[in-house]
């Protein structure tokens, strides 16, 4: 993920992003393919039976040498692995990759919004996360960026930051940027937010949980997709949060499920009850997404 965020970094400062518009507002850069081609051969080369999906299909994994990452964090590896994954074989497990998560801010030179996202799913479940910020620390003037990398695996806990809780008595919520519509906007105004922080990326959206800066993530609709969600939603698992669709049930990330997540998305920080989000979805959303 740290490599790919260096490519991620290094296309937007040769400036020719190669945009090719896979669909509706749905872009594709240079970036996208180019980090997707050095996650896929790094984490086929190392485990080759192994399903892993990327957002940008099929990648031609003949890339650079350097592109090709086999060394592993010695620090997390001497940690125990929990006893739950001690009997998991390849089979076991789905890789779910967003390359490049905010492609559009990405176009847009909303560099902070941009995440690398790595979901591990065991059995369907999303347990394992990576997601690496290439912008973290982005100083416009030098344009220098150092990037930062958040794990987590559910059982085991985090890395990389310092979780942070979201203040007492007031509600921040955040949401998309670009695609609201007035079921996202009902579902927001049901909770009476004291602000609302509209940004890009699922990634991002969940960081902001993990560090403290909103409550909750409300998206009422069907935008986005298993690559999305799974690492972030490991990563906040793993802190004490939780992610659900929005009547809060759990998605599945088995290898075969269907990539849209249709139900949208619903995720609370740590500390905050879960629950009571839900609790508080009118019918007519729930209906909406039955
Ligand atoms: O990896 P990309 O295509 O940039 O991922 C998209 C999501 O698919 C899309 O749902 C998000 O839309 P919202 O901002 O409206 O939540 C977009 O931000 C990216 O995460
Ligand atoms: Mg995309
Ligand atoms: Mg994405
Ligand atoms: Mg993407």
């Not at 990648?59 to 692995?81: A, F, H, K, Y």
């Not at 997709?225 to 088995?254: F, M, Q, R, S």
Request: charged residues 20%.
């Amino acid at each position: 993920a740290t490599r790919a965020g260096k490519i991620i970094r290094d296309v937007m400062s040769r400036g020719e992003l190669g945009i090719v518009e896979k669909g509706k507002n749905d872009l594709q850069t240079e970036a996208d393919r180019s980090a997707q081609r050095c996650i896929m051969a790094s984490l086929s080369r190392q485990y080759p039976t192994v399903a892993i999906i990327g957002e940008e299909g099929p990648s031609n994994c003949e890339v650079p040498s350097d592109w090709v990452v086999t060394d592993c964090d010695q620090t997390i590896l001497s940690l125990q692995c929990p006893s739950e994954y001690l009997q998991v074989t390849d089979k076991d497990i789905a890789v779910w990759v967003d390359p490049l998560d905010g492609t559009s801010e990405y176009t847009q030179g909303l560099l902070e919004h941009v995440t690398v996202l790595v979901g591990i799913a065991v059995k369907g479940r999303a347990v394992g996360g990576v997601i690496h910020q290439p912008y973290y620390n982005h100083s416009a003037g030098t344009g220098e960026s150092i990037g930062r990398t958040f794990w987590g695996l559910v059982g085991l806990g985090v890395g990389g930051f310092t979780p942070q809780d979201p203040p007492p008595g007031r509600l921040i919520i955040t949401t998309t940027r670009s695609h609201s519509n007035e079921l996202v906007q009902k579902a927001l105004d049901v909770f009476n937010p004291d602000e609302v922080l509209r940004v890009g990326g699922a990634g991002h959206k969940v960081l902001l949980l993990m560090e403290g800066k909103a409550h909750a993530y409300v998206f009422a609709s069907k935008g986005c997709k298993k690559w999305d969600t799974c690492a972030p939603e490991a990563v906040l698992t793993a802190l004490g949060g939780k992610l659900t669709d929005i009547h809060g049930n759990p998605y599945e990330y088995d290898k075969d499920v269907q990539h849209t997540n249709a139900r949208g998305v619903l995720a609370t920080a740590r500390g905050i009850s879960h629950a009571s989000f839900v609790s508080k979805i009118p019918q007519e959303i729930r209906d909406a997404f039955a």
